[in-house]
């Protein structure tokens, strides 16, 4: 390395040492959902809102939780994952006509000084039933 190029290249390194280890490593800081979510949701075919609760634990990278709406009160949550570092998406079942209906659930993430901690979002059943959630942080 020539003298010229040196300063240049002390520089770039101290730039890269005062990167945080997220940056450097590519990885995204994923917000944590622990807590109470309380919110509505319209049903299928009215207008008529139902009230919801989704409260979330998280244990190391996984979470575990409850959701309690008409016809399913503290129905377990599964299949939980990320679709990006906005979007939480999970599913739980609940009470059909014979066997239990599964639901998927995909919210996205809203944080700021005006509208405070919000998942927005939808649920989906197979049937093609849809609804949309609107949840803020109780807890």
């Known amino acids: 390395m020539s003298r010229a190029t040196l300063p240049a290249f002390l520089i770039f390194c101290l730039m890269v040492l005062t990167l945080p280890p997220a940056t450097l490593w590519g990885q995204s800081k994923i917000a944590d959902l622990t807590g109470t979510w309380a919110g509505q949701t319209e049903m299928p075919g009215t207008t008529d809102k139902v009230d919801v609760t989704l409260v979330l634990k998280k244990a190391g990278k996984d979470y ?14 599964g299949d939980f994952s990320w679709e990006d570092e906005d979007t939480f998406q999970f599913s739980f079942s609940m009470p059909g006509d014979g066997d ?8 996205d993430i809203i944080s700021d000084e005006i509208l405070g901690n919000k998942l927005m979002g939808s649920w989906f059943v197979e049937d093609g039933t849809y609804g949309a959630l609107d949840l803020q942080r109780k807890k």
């Open 100 to 107: 239990p209906v599964k639901v998927k659930v995909k919210l």
């Open 64 to 77: 575990s939780g409850t959701i309690s709406l008409a016809g399913a009160k503290n129905a377990a949550l």
